[in-house]
């Protein structure tokens, strides 16, 4: 950028580091959907979800701590994770994305639904431990709200909800909302 004449020593490295710091934050950015789209094409999609959850969360969870302790609370490279996670969902082909949103949404119905179908464990986790998994997992998953594959998750979680509400087998009202 070109220097403005009568510019103070401070505001020229308030604007450099306004600029660093824009640099900085594409790259991590870049490098977060690297590591998101690596994690996504190394999920076995026919696993349990349970599993493909797990590992989801696990380089969700890697790449938040990474990101605290190199930038501290820096808002911009925060957001950086999210845009990071979108990025790399968006890059993914409509298959992919489909079965993923799926697998997302079953692990959830798994959680929520008192039979605890897919995992024995699930059926001894009490409501409360079932509430900080839910609340650990809404996280990460906020930023489905504005792609296109937003729709794909929400019509399966309704099919999943309806069916836990029409059978009584939902763990909580509470947690459903």
Same mark, same amino acid.
């Given at each position: ?63 938040? $701590?990474?990101?605290?302790?190199? @930038? ?12 990071? @996670? ?19 949404? $079953? ?71």
């Amino acid at each position: 950028s070109k220097p403005n004449i009568g510019e103070t020593d401070e505001e020229k490295q308030k604007t450099q580091t306004s600029t660093i710091i824009l640099a900085l934050t594409h790259t991590w950015q870049e490098m977060i959907c690297t590591e998101v789209t690596l994690c996504l094409q190394k999920c076995d999609l026919s696993s349990n979800p349970l599993i493909v959850m797990a590992d989801f969360l696990l380089v969700y969870d890697k790449l938040q $701590q990474a990101t605290m302790e190199l @930038f501290g609370g820096h808002s911009q490279l925060a957001l950086a994770v999210k845009d990071g @996670f979108s990025k790399a969902f968006m890059s993914l082909n409509e298959v992919t994305g489909v079965r993923l949103c799926e697998l997302l949404c $079953q692990c959830i119905d798994n959680l929520l639904d008192t039979a605890g179908r897919d995992s024995s464990r699930l059926l001894h986790l009490s409501e409360t431990e079932r509430e900080v998994i839910l609340l650990h997992l809404s996280e990460p998953l906020q930023f489905l709200h504005n792609l296109d594959i937003a729709h794909v998750f929400e019509h399966f979680y309704r099919r999943h909800l309806s069916n836990r509400v029409l059978r009584n087998r939902s763990v909580s009202l509470a947690l459903e909302k």
